[in-house]
């Protein structure tokens, strides 16, 4: 940013963008029947996944969440993976796949505030069955303690299960938000109205021109520099219009 001039009140512009992410991980359980030997409370996990710039995991527990009593249900939960102790605002939905890969059994969708989970480093290196001793106890996750019983599971074994495997759909979506400058104090007029941003790489006075043409410049008045950000394209990147070209 160009230092101030006295008598010149500086000025400058941020940008804030918001738009949906949305996406959704399989979680495919092989030997479904072998799964039940799993201890009351214990959990299989998936291997993390990627939705709107944060980690997520699927935990499945074969025999219920609660460690106290063998449940007639299966629980299943997201959770947020990130490193990071700021709430994240989720959507999520849980189903179960059929033969054909469409779903057959699913709860509605539902919206949960998700604090991330630390690793602990003190603790040694896990196995794929866990009840969280490897973990900090932060965010307990958004799911469901009764997805399913295990006994309707089997009464659509025709539907749900194929060769002792059930496929588990979880979809997530959230806002992602991000941040960046719009306009430094700087933007450069042309006497016939073009106006750019001062960018670091060309300087004050923009891009190389394509012309030989000389054209006087002068600096953006206030009025000229509010309409030039207020007219920038909405989540596009900032372009800098130079003799009717754009450069990105």
């Keep these: 940013m160009s230092a101030a001039v006295p008598g010149r009140p500086s000025r ?46 699927v935990d499945y527990y074969p025999n219920g969440r609660d460690e106290s009593s063998n449940s007639g249900a299966i629980s299943v939960y997201l959770q947020l993976t990130d490193p990071t102790r700021s709430p994240q605002q989720a959507r999520y939905k849980f189903s179960l796949l059929d033969r054909d ?88 007029g042309d006497d016939d109205g073009a ?5 670091p790489v060309y300087g004050p006075y923009g891009p190389p021109r394509r012309h030989p043409r000389q054209r006087q410049r002068r600096r953006a008045d206030d009025d000229e520099y509010v309409k030039w950000c207020v007219t920038r394209e909405p989540g596009g990147s900032l372009r800098h219009p130079v003799e009717g070209d754009y450069y990105e």
């Design 12 to 57: 400058s512009a941020s940008r804030i963008v918001a738009r949906p992410a949305d996406g959704f991980h399989l979680l495919r359980i092989d030997g479904y029947s072998h799964t039940k030997t799993v201890l009351p409370g214990q959990k299989l996990s998936s291997q993390p996944f990627y939705v709107g710039g944060h980690s997520w995991r």
């Design 101 to 188: 890969g469409v779903p057959a059994y699913e709860l509605p969708a539902e919206t949960g505030s998700f604090t991330g989970v630390f690793p602990n480093v003190h603790a040694p290196y896990g196995p794929a069955i866990g009840d969280g001793d490897g973990e900090e106890p932060a965010g307990p996750g958004r799911g469901h303690d009764e997805f399913i019983l295990k006994e309707e599971l089997e009464r659509r074994r025709g539907d749900l299960i194929r060769d002792d495997c059930i496929m588990i759909r979880c979809d997530v979506g959230v806002t992602q938000v991000d941040f960046s400058c719009l306009a430094q104090d700087e933007i450069v």
């Design 195 to 199: 106006h750019y941003a001062a960018s």
